[in-house]
């Protein structure tokens, strides 16, 4: 599967952003997705995850309650709304893919084959 990250900018903090995960390739539907992060000098880190039908989701602790994970399984896309955005949510934002065979989510990054080329986020004080 190819991934294609995109919705990625720059806004205010406390603005929304949505970013879109655009899959091609084999059957999205088998596949749970999470989203990553990266800033400048730092490790990579999840940020959240969704199962094939989107019946689980799971987010760390840092986006709870700001940022929603979601799919569309019809136009192979998952997508991350992310509301009430802080300049600490400034990083390099990649989505990641593989196949799972529940419903389960995974949530470190060495447990996902295929990933997108990344979107940057950019939020300004």
């Known amino acids: 599967v190819q991934l294609q990250a995109s919705g990625g900018g720059l806004v205010q903090a406390g603005g929304s952003l949505r970013l879109s995960c655009a899959a091609s390739?084999?059957?999205?539907?088998?596949?749970?997705v999470g989203w990553f992060r990266q800033a400048p000098g730092k490790e990579r880190e999840f940020v959240a995850a969704?199962?094939?039908?989107?019946?689980?989701?799971y987010y760390a602790d840092s986006v709870k309650g700001r940022f929603t994970i979601s799919r569309d399984n019809a136009k192979n896309t998952v997508y991350l709304q992310m509301n009430s955005l802080k300049p600490e949510d400034t990083a390099v934002y990649y989505c990641a893919a593989d196949y799972t065979r529940s419903e389960g989510v995974l949530t470190t990054s060495r447990q996902y084959e295929y990933w997108g080329q990344g979107t940057q986020v950019t939020v300004s004080s």
């Open positions: 969704i199962s094939r039908s989107g019946g689980t989701t």
């Open positions: 390739g084999r059957t999205f539907s088998i596949y749970t």
